[in-house]
C-alpha cells in the first residue's frame, strides 16, 4: 500500500529565506504531483515529476525527484509572501495518494 | 473556459436524506476522480473512474456511490449521510493517468 509523508506539516518563515519541503513514500510510482492550495480554495498543479533526477522549476520555485530514495523535494528560494499556501505531493496512477499537505506561511 | 464544476458548493442536510453532488468538466478528460479533505488528512481518494462505465474504489469509498454514464459527468452519491461524511470534496479530472488533475472548486458539506 502506497503511503506518502510530507514534512514539515506546517512552516512559518521570512520573506527572503530559502526552505526545503520533503515528499517521502515508500513503493514506487510512475510520476510525481505537486499541487498548490491558497486558503479557501481549490488546488492547482504545479508540477509532475516523470522520472528519476526530474528537477523543474517554475519562479521560486524548483521540485526534484529522487525515485531510489522514495523522496520529492520542494525547495523555496528568496520566499514571498505570495507563495503562502498549503503544498500537497501525489503519487500513483489510476489510485492515488496524497500527502497530509504542508501548510506554509510567508510573513514580512 | 476549459472547466471542472461541482454542485452545490455548500449543502447542509441531516442524517439519512439522500443526496447527489455533480460533477462535471469540458475537457474531454478521461479520467475523473472525487476526493474528500479533512484537517490533518490531506485529500483521501473515494472513487474513480478510467471512463465512461468505468469505476473503481479508491482509499475511502464506504457511504458513497458514484457513476459515469457520460464522459463529462461524474456525481457522487450519498444514499444515506452521516456526520463522519462532513467534509469538503473535491472533484477533478485529467486526460489520462500520465496527465496532472483540474480540480473542481470544491463542496462543503455539513451532515448534521
Known amino acids: 500500500e502506497l503511503k506518502v509523508e510530507q514534512n514539515p506539516l506546517f512552516l512559518s518563515m521570512q520573506e527572503g529565506k530559502n526552505y526545503t519541503i520533503y515528499c517521502n513514500y515508500s513503493t514506487t510510482s510512475d510520476r510525481l504531483y505537486w499541487y498548490r492550495q491558497d486558503p479557501g480554495k481549490s488546488l492547482e498543479s504545479l508540477f509532475v515529476l516523470l522520472s528519476n533526477g526530474a528537477v523543474k522549476q517554475e519562479g521560486r520555485l524548483m521540485a526534484s525527484l529522487d525515485t531510489k530514495a522514495r523522496l520529492s523535494t520542494l525547495h523555496i528560494t528568496a520566499a514571498v509572501h505570495d507563495l503562502s499556501a498549503t503544498y500537497f505531493c501525489c503519487l500513483g496512477a489510476q489510485k492515488l495518494v496524497f500527502g497530509q499537505g504542508t501548510r506554509l506561511t510567508i510573513n514580512p | 473556459e476549459a472547466q471542472v464544476t461541482q454542485n452545490p458548493r455548500y449543502l447542509i442536510t441531516v442524517t439519512g436524506k439522500k443526496l447527489t453532488v455533480t460533477c462535471s468538466q469540458n475537457?474531454?478528460?478521461?479520467?475523473m476522480s472525487w476526493y474528500r479533505q479533512d484537517p490533518g488528512l490531506g485529500l483521501r481518494q473515494i472513487y474513480y473512474s478510467m471512463n465512461v462505465e468505468v469505476t473503481d474504489k479508491g482509499d475511502v469509498p464506504e457511504g458513497y456511490k458514484v457513476s459515469r454514464k457520460e464522459k463529462r459527468n461524474f456525481p457522487l452519491i450519498l444514499e444515506s449521510p452521516s456526520p463522519n461524511q462532513t467534509s469538503l470534496y473535491f472533484c477533478a479530472s485529467r486526460f489520462t493517468v500520465y496527465n496532472e488533475q483540474f480540480f473542481g472548486p470544491g463542496t462543503r458539506l455539513t451532515v448534521l
Open positions: 475537457m474531454n478528460h478521461e479520467y
